[in-house]
């Protein structure tokens, strides 16, 4: 049972006063906060100094963050059958695309039919078409691919290792999104460095992706590429502010979204940043009812910098958040018009029950979840704090099919992501104001519970699902059912665990030191948990910006049936390597709910 705090919660609900947020939208709607810019800092300049004016604690840090700014591209039809008047074609470049500068780029055409995103859980997945085995006979070796979606990373990789000279991108509207096509998440490192994208992208749009599919259908095309981007390192801002917990301070919820944009950015993010920002108003006049501590931090770096600002948080806090974050909770794009359905919410497995009841409790709704995808700022899951959160509220699916839309990554639903078009009509304050009480609700929970309100026998069960399908794909190839049982006792110990520790907290509820040895024991949970769950690099590092599925150390187990015959005993050797680290943290965390830290009762 989630503990609910009803007299707080109401209080916290009345005391929503949307004169703030309102100012911010005005504010933000005068700014393109390009990170880096004169813009961008003006804004969290405007942040901190309302934080100020509230009398709201703030730190702004002032990181040097490595971006990639999209200036401008150049696509012409240099070749084409006969018919066609060729001409130029307008395009933008995504971050992190290879700059060409004034040499072009020239080259054959090549279409490589493939698909758009049917939702927001699939909109980072590397279509079949892209991944395609190569060879000395692959069509896009030295040529110029033509596909359609989003420049994202792993559709860009895959048709760089095919030997692509540049890539093309058909977006699904009228409209181009911006977007950046790095897999590196973050500041880049000497060795990820090499990772960056060697091809010049250039992304068009749907009518124009449609002349040119018909060209290259008809016969030889050659098109030139220019593309020109500022990259380098930028100093920007990071205000974070903190509302200190009057009970076990130490511990600390991170609640946090990017204050930079693509053009004025109100959908995304500016409706997040006024948010955050009321937030803390309405927390620091609660402060005396916290229990644990709140920190707001509003990123810069998020759009052309894959995630550096709270790449470089989670970097230079990294003691901080390993030791004492219960939990962090993203915020991007709500408060958007329509945005009445919570069909698509993201949360880790050991938070749906908090995250299920605070939007019901607060909005009167039914929340569906799925799994957080590998994005949104989600820079702390090698830490290992459990999250939720991303997106929010958005216009309805059914809505959106009726309309024609297509899937975005923010604005509610709305196709003006990412484009100029998302501007002050894209915001709702109504809707907005509703999404604010279901923030409030579920920070009070989780700040509020006497034990962190999360349950982890639901990370194991979904865990242990994936792994029973891994061990069917690897049938008589290697044996994963060791994990399964692992799993199954580790489950059963949860259980056990949280039954005894509710227990002795009912019975002692005024041993401050017995609450905090048990939530001390549930956040070194999390640290095994979560890491084995989300990623695949070791703790502290940063996985590539790529799609990941559940337990991914074994991910080899899908390949095994497909692989070929020479290549199979090296993946076998993997996997064999990945379930012995595997087994190791499971029993880690096994220990850990068995011995002096984690005994009870």
């Known amino acids: 049972m989630i503990p609910k705090f009803p007299d707080l919660e109401a209080a916290a609900h009345a005391a929503i006063d949307l004169t703030e947020p309102r100012a911010l939208l005005d504010r933000f709607a005068g700014l ?11 804004a969290g300049e405007y942040i901190a100094g309302r934080l100020r004016a509230f009398g709201v604690p703030v730190v702004v840090h002032e990181p040097e963050l490595f971006l990639s700014v999209p200036e401008r591209a150049a696509l012409r039809i240099l070749e084409a059958p006969a018919g066609d008047a060729g001409g130029e074609i307008r395009c933008r470049p995504p971050a992190f695309a290879r700059p060409t500068g004034d040499a072009e780029l020239a080259g054959e055409l090549v279409y490589v039919p493939s698909r758009y995103a049917g939702g927001t859980a699939d909109l980072f997945d590397t279509p079949m078409a892209a991944a395609a085995a190569g060879g000395a006979a692959d069509p896009v070796a030295g040529r110029i691919v033509l596909t359609e979606g989003y420049s994202m990373p792993g559709s860009v990789h895959a048709f760089e290792r095919r030997g692509a000279a540049g890539q093309i991108f058909i977006h699904p509207g009228d409209a181009i999104h911006e977007g950046i096509c790095t897999p590196i998440w973050g500041a880049p490192t000497h060795e990820s460095i090499q990772r960056k994208p060697r091809t010049p992208v250039v992304c068009i749009s749907h009518g124009d ?20 981007l500022k990259e380098g390192w930028a100093t920007c801002l990071l205000p974070v502010a903190e509302i200190r917990g009057a009970g076990d301070p130490d511990e600390f919820v991170l609640v946090h979204g990017h204050y930079d944009s693509w053009y004025v950015g109100i959908g995304d993010n500016a409706t997040g940043d006024a948010a955050l920002l009321e937030l803390a ?37 990294a003691d901080d958040l390993d030791e004492w974050c219960v939990a962090h909770l993203n915020i991007d794009s709500p408060g958007c018009a329509g945005a009445t359905a919570y069909e698509e919410v993201m949360w880790m497995a050991e938070a749906a029950e908090v995250c299920i009841d605070s939007i019901a409790d607060a909005a009167g709704v039914f929340a569906r979840g799925m799994r957080p995808l590998r994005a949104g700022d989600y820079s702390f899951n090698q830490i290992g704090p459990t999250a939720f959160y991303m997106l929010l509220s958005n216009i309805p699916q059914e809505t959106r099919r009726a309309r024609g839309y297509y899937a975005v990554g923010g604005c509610g639903g709305n196709p003006a992501w990412h484009t100029p078009g998302d501007g002050p009509a894209v915001a709702d304050l109504d809707v907005l104001r509703r999404d604010l009480q279901i923030y409030l609700t579920t920070i ?82 999390a640290r095994i948990l979560v890491p084995l769950n989300y990623t695949r690099g070791e703790r502290f590092d940063h996985d590539p910006a790529v799609k990941l599925p559940a337990v991914p150390r074994l991910e080899a187990a899908a390949l095994l049936a497909s692989a070929p015959p020479a ?31 984690g005994t009870v009762g």
């Open 567 to 597: 290549l199979k005993p090296f993946v076998r050797t993997a996997l064999v390597r990945e379930r012995n680290k595997v087994r190791a943290l499971l029993r880690e965390a096994r220990r850990l709910l068995a011995g002096p830290g």
């Open 32 to 42: 393109t906060r390009e990170s880096g810019s004169a813009d961008e800092r003006a």
């Open 281 to 317: 108003r309405i927390l620091h006049g609660l402060a005396g009812r916290l229990r644990r501590t709140v920190r707001i931090a509003w990123w810069p770096g998020h759009s052309t910098g894959r995630y550096a600002g709270s790449v470089w948080y989670a970097d230079h806090f």
């Open 209 to 228: 992706g449609d002349r040119l599919i018909a060209l290259a259908s008809r016969g030889t095309t050659r098109v030139g590429i220019r593309t020109w």
């Open 444 to 525: 009070l929970r989780v700040a509020n519970a006497p034990l962190h309100p999360f349950d982890y026998g639901a990370t194991v069960a979904e865990m242990a699902g994936v792994v029973g399908r891994y061990q069917e794909a690897a049938a008589g190839e290697v044996d994963l059912s060791p994990i399964v049982e692992d799993l199954r006792a580790l489950r059963a110990d949860i259980g056990r665990w949280r039954n005894d520790a509710e227990r002795l907290v009912t019975g002692a509820p005024g041993d401050a030191l017995l609450g905090r040895r048990l939530n001390a024991t549930l956040r070194r949970l």
